[in-house]
T-cell receptor, first 114, second 114 residues
Framework: ETGVTQSPTHLIKTRGQQVTLRCSSQ?????VSWYQQALGQGPQFIFQ???????GRGNFPPRFSGLQFPNYSSELNVNALELDDSALYLC?????????????FGPGTRLTVT | AQTVTQSQPEMSVQEAETVTLSCTYD???????LFWYKQPPSRQMILVIR??????QNATENRFSVNFQKAAKSFSLKISDSQLGDAAMYFC???????????FGDGTTLTVKP
């Protein structure tokens, strides 16, 4: 059974640029959630995709967007990067949306915006 | 909106002793799930224990148990016989039954002293 993987591991971007982060969900999982985790804080929910449709969104501006593909892998896109976007971005997959389903987290992508 | 509060930024415990981490939450929903996740220094988040709100019985997983007080909206984690490998950041998380949004607390850093 393959766990959740994320790429790249680290990324350095300049303010105003655009970035795409990728996530491969655990085998058999149809739901992917994305989180932003600032240093020393808890993960903040960005959005969730369930069977290729957005299934919930946190308090993030529209420049944060996502996609889920038929194989349930996912992308997080961030446009017009700001310094405050520097954080660890976590992807988590689960068997279904909501409920008691455990979220399996990837190791994260560390994004630095300069 | 749901909120999750962890009032102890840091806790320490002697190896083999017991420690309790606190979590309170606020919600108007009656049906939801609560989780404790552990994030070791390597950063990959893993599930420790989950509790269904409709169950009165407190969840237990080996050395980990919870004290779930629904009326008080309290969900504490007890770690018995603490081990060096328990050292990590612990996050309390809330998710309701249908929505695709998880809410995490800001975490408690647990140090285990040999």
């Amino acid at each position: 059974e393959t766990g959740v993987t994320q790429s790249p591991t680290h990324l350095i971007k300049t303010r105003g640029q655009q970035v795409t982060l990728r996530c491969s969900s655990q085998s058999g999982h149809n739901t992917v959630s994305w989180y932003q985790q600032a240093l020393g804080q808890g993960p903040q929910f960005i959005f969730q995709y369930y069977r290729e449709e957005e299934n919930g969104r946190g308090n993030f501006p529209p420049r944060f967007s996502g996609l889920q593909f038929p194989n349930y892998s996912s992308e997080l896109n961030v446009n017009a990067l700001e310094l405050d976007d520097s954080a660890l971005y976590l992807c988590a997959s689960s068997l279904a949306a909501g409920g008691p389903y455990e979220q399996y987290f990837g190791p994260g992508t560390r994004l630095t915006v300069t | 909106a749901q909120t999750v509060t962890q009032s102890q930024p840091e806790m320490s415990v002697q190896e083999a002793e017991t420690v309790t981490l606190s979590c309170t939450y606020d919600t108007s929903e009656s049906d939801y799930y609560l989780f404790w996740y552990k994030q070791p220094p390597s950063r990959q988040m893993i599930l420790v224990i989950r509790q269904e709100a409709y169950k009165q019985q407190n969840a237990t997983e080996n050395r980990f148990s919870v004290n779930f007080q629904k009326a008080a909206k309290s969900f504490s984690l007890k770690i018995s016989d603490s081990q060096l490998g328990d050292a990590a950041m612990y996050f309390c998380a809330y998710i309701n039954t249908n929505a695709g949004k998880s809410t995490f607390g800001d975490g408690t850093t647990l140090t285990v002293k040999p």
